[in-house]
């Protein structure tokens, strides 16, 4: 079997090329699992007997939820094949990856909030998921902040890169010990994110939902790493055949 | 290699003030424990003469903990509900301020780069400039955590837990530190950035710490979170010092 195919994908006017290709081919199917998700959950499915209309946010929340732990997996494995095999490309898919998982983590963060408001009276409880999120959206900004605060790319790359992974071991470390915490100081409360069972009919859509963002989250970080790419290779000689043409 | 034979004696000796073991250190290549352990000497000794600078979070841990009684009540009753949680920010702060000292000076003199081509097991090295750190401002600041304490109303039968706590605790501050200070070597106004990395990594030591002294208070067990604070310790001791030295050697290059 010849690996020419997953070598070229280390070379940046390969990947440039590549991504452009392959962006519609994740942006239309999100455009529609999301579409379809949405209109499932907010028109089809039927009322919470207990929480009325306002579970409805959970179709947001929680594939928000779910991609900001994702692209932050997806970046530290990114930033450990660049670290390990020095791929210049694979620390520009990291470094495209920190922006939208802090999103994703702001976007869950704000949803979560709304909906404490309704069923909590409150718009922020120290829930042990929402503290996480929160704990999240902090190792987020310190990667950003990390790589903003270091001039060169190449040193920014690879110290970003460690910063990924030691937060990678940290995550799960972190998570368990807010769960514990949380349960000592309040019995585990009334509303679960995620119910135990839920009909199809509100199962599906966040489903759809769930497939949506992730092909959405493909479709932004291929757009983003083009952008990436070109601000890396600016002084290259390629670059000038691809804005000239 | 003969880099490595000529570079162990060159490496700590510049500064260990004639003792016996550098020079025994410079005849035959120095094994990675040998030249680990002359850096945490080399490192301890510098530190005794810069004492002005061994204070200084000590008094920092102090004055954050006399915020409290002033910002809240100086009612004991109500600072002993507090205590846990005055005395692990406190402490999560003081050790954070220390953590400026880690490599500073010896990114600046060349040291660093001197540990890098040395030949030696950086790992093994960044392990005893975190230990030497730990020695010289954890400890200490562990030793003021009982102070502070009874200072907040602590009844003083919780202190030897409270202590406990905190020295186990203040290890796997001081290693997660050292990989933060690593990364921010060199960088200007590295202070906020440094925090924002840190922190968020030494929550696990903050719920856990606090729990085992708010126990040693209420003069229950404590042993369930001592031993987590333990497993985190040990896990830090094992990991961080590869973090560690990885990132020296990236803001070196």
């Known amino acids: ?245 | 290699m003969s880099a490595g034979t000529s570079a162990a004696g060159t490496l700590p000796a510049a500064h260990a003030a004639g003792t016996a073991a550098p020079a025994a250190a410079s005849a035959v290549a120095a094994s990675a424990l040998e030249a680990a352990w002359l850096a945490l000497l080399r490192d301890v000794q510098l530190a005794f003469r810069r004492r002005a600078q061994l204070v200084q979070p000590l008094a920092f841990f102090a004055l954050v903990t006399m915020l409290f009684p002033l910002a809240i009540s100086p009612e004991l009753t109500q600072l002993r509900a507090v205590a846990p949680g005055v005395l692990w920010v406190a402490e999560l702060l003081a050790s954070l301020l220390a953590l400026e000292f880690l490599f500073r000076d010896d990114a600046h003199d060349g040291t660093l780069e001197q540990y890098a081509l040395s030949g030696q097991s950086l790992t093994w090295l960044m392990f005893a400039k975190t230990a030497a750190h730990w020695l010289l401002t954890g400890v200490p600041l562990a030793l003021m955590a009982p102070l502070a304490a009874l200072s907040l109303g602590v009844p003083a039968a919780a202190l030897p837990g409270i202590l406990l706590a905190v020295i186990v605790g203040s290890v796997t501050l001081s290693l997660i530190g050292s990989i933060g200070a690593a990364l921010t070597l060199g960088l200007k106004r590295s202070g906020a950035l440094l925090s924002l990395l840190t922190v968020p990594l030494s929550l696990p030591v903050l719920i856990f710490g606090a729990r085992a002294t708010q126990l040693a208070i209420n003069g229950a067990p404590l042993l369930a979170p001592l031993e987590l604070l333990a497993a985190l310790a040990v896990l830090a001791v094992t990991l961080a010092p590869l973090a560690a030295s990885a990132a020296v050697r990236i803001s070196l290059e």
């Open chain 1, 1 to 245: 079997m010849s690996w020419t195919w997953f070598h070229r994908l280390a070379s940046p006017p390969y990947v440039y090329a590549f991504a452009a290709r392959l962006t519609p081919w994740f942006a239309w199917p999100a455009a529609l699992c999301i579409l379809g998700g949405l209109w499932g959950g907010l028109v089809l499915a039927p009322p919470d007997y207990q929480q009325g209309d306002g579970f409805r946010i959970l179709y947001v929340h929680a594939p928000s939820a779910w991609m900001s732990l994702m692209v932050y997996t997806t970046m530290a494995i990114a930033a450990a094949v660049g670290l390990i095999w020095r791929i210049k490309v694979a620390h520009a898919v990291a470094a495209s990856c920190a922006p939208i998982g802090a999103s994703f983590t702001f976007a869950a963060l704000v949803t979560g909030a709304l909906w404490g408001e309704p069923m909590w009276g409150t718009y922020w409880e120290w829930d042990p998921r929402l503290t996480s999120e929160l704990v999240l959206l902090f190792l987020y900004l310190g990667y950003m902040g990390l790589r903003a605060g270091i001039e060169d790319t190449q040193r920014a790359d690879r110290a970003s890169a460690v910063l990924a992974v030691v937060g990678v071991v940290n995550v799960p470390i972190i998570h368990y010990s807010v769960v514990w915490w949380n349960s000592l100081h309040q019995a585990p409360s009334v509303m679960r994110l995620a119910k135990p069972t839920m009909p199809p009919s509100m199962l599906v859509p966040l489903l759809l939902m769930l497939l949506g963002f992730t092909l959405y989250f493909v479709a932004v970080l291929l757009v983003r790493l083009r952008g990436e790419v070109l601000g890396r290779e600016r002084t290259a000689s390629w670059i000038r055949e691809v804005v000239s043409a």
